[in-house]
């Protein structure tokens, strides 16, 4: 595989901006060696810059659902555009993604549409904040919502504790404010309930675990969150960025059939445009601005072509059985893959979202159970991979996303590569 052209603009992309990225993840620390700089993309493929060919499972990381530069999408987009950029002014796409995105979503009367995940965090833990009047928020070891200071914070051992940063530059005394406490763990939650319940404003989750592995809880798990915020008048927020739209038309909540108070969406909801979105309750959503004393604006919030490409996506995925393709697809590659795996792993599967566990033991529920092996192994596992054209996400930790444009011909493709990777790494 030659990448000459890749390395040559890594090169000079490392002296302009930080690790030569603009996100972290793409640098490929995690597995080493140079990362591959995208020329085009098509369907559910991509060519480099220096013309290699390879079937790409990480889709921008998750908002890719109808693969690459999808007809329609594109259309709308295009479309949209030739009338303006943006406006900074209301416009009826956004009227029209609002409505879908209601109808679709559990709970979720009213919503409000910003640029990214990370924003659609900031700003549902301000709300939960404001309408509760209490400080303290509750989150999970191994749930990332984003880079909002409040968030990024990470459990000590053991019982429930105050975060601690795992950033440079947040505030200890805003950390201090974030109790957190491991997923799976009934016991460990009530405890974390019976200590800071009351002064809880809300606890967060990602009720599909995608950030660190797949960490697919049970529902019971869930549950008990639900339960215990209601007791303690804590709002619970569902952080869909990574599942919402993706798991099935109406996200994790429908899926387990638990509706939160509050969530939060990004990725598929803006189908490759910057788009995030939190949303629920009406009485709680009231106390944005301008209605209530919360504050949050954006200057490109639910601008038309943004909301052409959600709204194009989310169109796509309901007329065509989006979801119910993404399952089959879903399925028929974990049983692809399976026979290679015995004995080395597993590939964890929810719809289309999946995760190569290389360690032979039963996949974790929690972070503090990942084998630190596993990481070590996907390295290897990763360049077998790449040179055989298949282009898995640059870290242990990252699951994978699977498009409506991945064919069945395609899949059966990739688990030949795979099987054969592993055969050679493993
Ligand atoms: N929440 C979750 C669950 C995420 O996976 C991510 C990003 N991967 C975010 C929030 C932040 O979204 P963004 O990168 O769009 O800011």
Redesign the pocket.
Known sequence: MRLVNSEALYRKACELMPGGVN?PVRAFRAVGGTPIFYREAAGSSFTDVDGNTYLDFVMS??PLILGHAQARVVAAVQEAASRGLSYGAPCEAEVALAEKVTRLYPGCEMVRFVS??????MAAVRLARGFTGRERILKFEG?????GDALLVKAGSGLATFGTPSSAGVPAALAALTVVVPLDDEQALERAFASYGRELACAIV?PV???AGLLLQRREFLAKLATLCKEHGVLLIF?????GFRVGPGGAAALYGITPDLA?F??VIGGGM?V?AYGGRREIMEQVAPLGPVYQAGTLSGNPVAMAAGLATLEVLEETGGWQLLEERGAAFAEAVAPALAGRGSLVRLGSIFWFYLDPREPPRRYDALAPQAAERYRAFHRALLERGVYLAPSAYEVGFLSTAHSEQELERAAAAIAAALEEVL
Not at 143 to 147: A, E, Q
Not at 239 to 243: A, L, N, P, R
């Open positions: 996100s990381w998750g990214s995940g990370t924003e659609a965090v749930c990332y919502h984003g880079h990602e675990p995608a950030n952080d869909e960025v990574i599942s939060t990004g990725k910057p995030g």
